[in-house]
């Protein structure tokens, strides 16, 4: 009967007993086949999901302001972390609009699924994600312990600060708070692109070319409100071309760092002379200084120039290789929008769509098995380029196991290039390329050997 829980067992991945629910109309019963859907103890994270609505402004049922044309919502279970969900848990939102368009116009509203790379609009998820039975106080207060990324690696992602930091003020000034919530600014990577916060884009001195121009100006709308931040985190051994580890931790007030410091009478044995004593905010007087002095003499050597011609360079061949990966019939960049210097791409037998294929692979229920097999493929062309690399005849890419999960809850395979070398240059992005059509040549060469 519909409704039913039973016990089966498939084929494949699936093939232990497991319980099912029967979904079936009765109607069709006399079937001599069944159709059932599987159920799973697997915990799923639910996606950011975005609702928007061309000429209307929403809110939620029982909220009297309007918010705007777009509203956030992330699943939040009841017996677990926020964007969490157990099998079968679902939830029904309602949703209030008000026309702002011409009267009769027609009101299109869509459901969008937030990618991974998108920057957050602080302001919508702060009005729509609150639970019920949180009230606007404790919400506030939760609310604000939001770390804002500044740059992520494979993604490049970067938060709107300045508006984080107006909810943050706004919230001081309504619930008269006697405390500053603190703001932090995790930029361990696009902290350096803070030296074109002053760059003339319009006369572009440095001679940039177009599409370097672009991805530097995106990157710049973000970090030029870095300053906004209490506290920011770098790490010169990634852009700052220092050795590894070589990391910093900047706090804009001096009664902030002493929030983190050990007291004298935490630390007995230590500190008994001078007034310089780094031991009690840190451990890195466990560990040489030449992580430090490395950062001191790259700023100094570089300086602002120095560091503008260094990333503007590994920008220009990142967003060289990426026109040639999204030139070719045989790959396509997974990271696209992204302005920094990492670009994950896949690589792909002849006789696939490269224009679709990615959007197949992530939605398609019935492109599993094809995805599989395409991560396969990724894996033996990182495989014979790495083989190459070690011997010395080839150019050195990684390989993330899982860019992301589709829609199916499976992972998608991606190489990687990080380009950060001031050596590299066209010839370097040639050699990538030849090296992936050589990998390919293997492959199609060892397929043909198996069908033989």
Not at 27 to 33: A, I, K, L, M, R
Not at 200 to 211: I, K, T
Request: proline share 4%.
């Amino acid at each position: 009967m519909r409704g039913d829980l039973v016990t089966i067992a498939m084929q494949g991945d699936f093939g232990k007993p497991r319980p099912a629910l029967v979904v079936q109309a009765n109607q069709f019963s006399e079937h001599g086949s069944v159709t059932v859907l599987p159920v799973t103890s697997t915990l799923n994270a639910a996606p950011l999901l975005r609702v928007t609505a061309n000429d209307a402004v929403m809110r939620l049922k029982g909220s009297t302001t309007f918010v705007g044309e777009e509203l956030f919502f992330l699943g939040i279970s009841s017996a677990g972390p926020a964007g969490i969900l157990a099998p079968g848990q679902r939830a029904q939102v309602e949703l209030e609009f008000q026309s702002t368009g011409p009267v009769g116009r027609e009101i299109l509203f869509k459901l969008h699924s937030t990618k991974a790379s998108d920057p957050m609009d602080w302001n919508a998820i702060k009005t729509t994600m609150k639970p019920q039975l949180v009230s606007n106080d404790a919400w506030e207060a939760i609310f604000v312990n939001i770390v804002a990324t500044m740059g992520t690696t494979d993604h490049f992602g970067l938060d709107d600060l300045h508006a984080l930091h107006a909810i943050r003020d706004n919230l001081v000034d309504e619930f008269h708070l006697d405390y500053v919530p603190h703001l932090h600014a995790d930029a361990v990577i696009g902290w350096a692109w803070s030296v074109f916060n002053d760059y003339d884009f319009s006369v572009n001195p440095l001679g940039f070319r177009h599409r370097t121009v672009r991805a530097l100006a995106g990157t710049k709308r973000r970090i030029q409100h870095l300053g906004l931040a209490d506290s920011i985190g770098i790490d010169f051994h990634k852009t700052g071309f220092t050795p590894y580890t070589s990391s910093l931790f900047l706090a804009k007030s001096a009664h902030d760092l002493e929030l983190i410091s050990r007291k004298q009478s935490e630390t007995p044995y230590l500190f008994h002379d001078g007034h310089y004593h780094p031991g009690r905010y840190t451990l890195e007087t466990t560990r040489s200084g030449a992580g430090a002095m490395a950062a001191l003499a790259n700023l100094r050597l570089f300086g602002k120039h120095g560091f503008r011609a260094l990333l503007g360079h590994v920008v220009t061949m990142a967003e060289t290789l990426r026109e040639h990966l999204e030139g070719h019939a045989a790959t396509t960049v997974v990271n696209r929008g992204n302005f920094g210097p990492v670009t994950l791409f896949r690589v792909y037998p002849d006789g696939v769509d490269t224009f679709s294929i990615l959007d197949r692979e992530q939605h398609d229920p019935h492109s599993v098995e094809q995805l599989r097999s395409h991560n396969d493929y990724n894996r033996r062309i990182f495989q014979i380029v790495q083989h190459e690399a070690l011997a010395g005849r080839g150019v050195v890419l990684s390989m993330t196991d899982n860019y992301h999960e589709t829609d199916s809850g499976e992972p998608m395979v991606a190489l990687k290039s990080y380009i950060l070398s001031p050596f590299c240059d066209e010839a370097s992005i040639d050699a990538v390329l030849e090296s992936l059509w050589a990998a390919r040549a293997q492959i199609a060469s060892e397929t043909q050997m198996n069908l033989q």
